[in-house]
């Protein structure tokens, strides 16, 4: 079974400063995806950015960077520049296309941004 | 807009119920998933349909059912409701079986009482 675990269930930042959100993963899988979702007050579930597991190089769109250490089963997210609008729960998932597209997600993070 | 469209947007009805939410997938989608999310928790993934046909099931309880139409909309179907059935229901669609990411719908909120 493919596990995702968010180790910090409540995080802050100063508007405008950097904050890393934690991810780790566990499967037997050689080739599958990783995801960050937002989920803002709305509840509608936003894709921030994804990373395929057989690229080296780290995801990265606008101010969301990812760090992917695959040996460590770690991807973790780092928003930079933090606004008002990032506030949103954001959950880790996990995709593996052998079995299709069936999301396994964290249990996700609560961010607050604060003014 | 994720062009995954879900009805209704709330349901509140009484336990022992059934009620059936609706989903229509993004046009052209083949695949439909079906998730629910209780109170500040991560998505559980019930189960899936590609085309017509039963792809994967999740942590689905036998109280609930699903299918997926010839015009690609899916309903999910929830029986003899109890208390904890009170969630939030993502439908999500993606273009192909595997490989492509999926797009949330807004979700169904469901209050059981």
């Known amino acids: 079974a493919q596990t995702v675990t968010q180790s910090q269930p409540e995080m802050s930042v100063q508007e405008a400063e950097t904050v890393t959100l934690s991810c780790t993963y566990d499967?037997?899988?050689?080739?599958?995806?990783l995801f960050w979702y937002k989920q803002p007050p709305s509840r509608q579930m936003i894709l921030v950015i994804r990373q395929e597991a057989y690229k080296q190089q780290n995801a990265t769109e606008n101010r969301f960077s990812v760090n992917f250490q695959k040996a460590a089963k770690s991807f973790s997210l780092k928003i930079s520049d933090s606004q008002l609008g990032d506030t949103a729960m954001y959950f880790c998932a996990f995709m593996k296309p052998s079995t299709g597209n069936q999301f396994y997600f964290g249990t996700g993070t609560s961010l607050t941004v604060i003014p | 807009d994720s062009g995954v469209t879900q009805t209704p947007k709330h349901l509140i009805t009484a336990t022992g119920q059934r009620v059936t939410l609706r989903c229509s997938p993004r046009s052209g989608d083949l695949s439909v998933y079906w998730y629910q999310q209780s109170l500040d928790q991560g998505l559980q993934f019930l189960i899936q349909?590609?085309?017509?046909?039963?792809?994967a099931k999740g942590n689905i309880l036998e109280r609930f059912s699903a299918q997926q139409f010839p015009d690609l909309h899916s309903e999910l179907n929830l029986s003899s409701l109890e208390l904890g059935d009170s969630a939030l229901y993502f439908c999500a669609s993606s273009a192909q079986d595997r490989n492509t990411e999926a797009f949330f719908g807004q979700g169904t909120r469901l209050t059981v009482v």
């Open positions: 499967t037997s899988e050689n080739n599958y995806y």
């Open positions: 349909y590609y085309n017509g046909e039963e792809r």
